[in-house]
C-alpha cells in the first residue's frame, strides 16, 4: 500500500467485478441504441472509462471533454468553462458520461446540461464512486455507479489529490496529514 493512504477501501479485484458488473446493465439497457457514444470526463475518468469500455459489448463510440465549473451554486450552462469540447457530433445520439466521482455534482450538472443544448437522444451518467452523504446540485443522480463512498477524500483508479495517485490500482482513503497542514 502507498505510504500516504490510510486504508483501501475497494481493491483491484472488486473494481474489476463492480465495472463487469454495470457495464453488463449498460450493454442490456443500450442494445438497441442507434448509436452509443461513451464520454470520459478527463482526467480522472481515464482509468474508469478504459476499463469499462473493453467490458461493453456493444458497438460504440468514445469521445472525451475537461470541464471546469465556477464555485457557484446556481447551475446552467453558462458556468461551466468547456476546456475540452466534443470531436463528435452528438445529435440523435444515446450519450453515456463517465465521471470518478460526483460530489456536489456541479461540474455534471452543467456538463450534462451543455451536452443536452446539442440535440442527443438522450444522456445519462455512470459514475465510479458516489458521495451519498454530499448535497447534490440540480438534479443530477447517477444513472449507474460502482460504490458509494462516504464524505473522505479518496483517491487512486485515476483520482487524484494535486494530480498524484491516480495511477494506484486500487482505491483508498488519503491520509490527512497529506492535505491537512
Ligand atoms: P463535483 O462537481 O462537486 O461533483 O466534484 C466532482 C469532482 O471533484 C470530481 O470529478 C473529482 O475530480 C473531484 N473530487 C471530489 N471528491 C473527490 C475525492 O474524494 N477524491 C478525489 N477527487 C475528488
Ligand atoms: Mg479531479
Redesign the pocket.
Known sequence: MHKDVERILFTEERIHEAVSGIAAHITSDYADSSGLIVVG?LK??CVFMTDLIREIKLDCTIDFMVAK?YGNSTVSSGNVRILKDLDSDIAGMDVLIV???????????AVKTYLLGKRPASVKICTL?D?VA?E??GDVRADYKCFD?EN????GYG???AEHYRNLPYIGV?KRSIYEH
Open positions: 470526463i480522472g475518468a465549473s465521471e470518478d466521482i460526483l460530489d456536489t455534482a456541479r461540474t455534471l450538472s464512486l458521495k454530499a447534490k446540485v463512498v473522505e477524500f479518496v483517491v483520482l487524484d489529490y488519503l
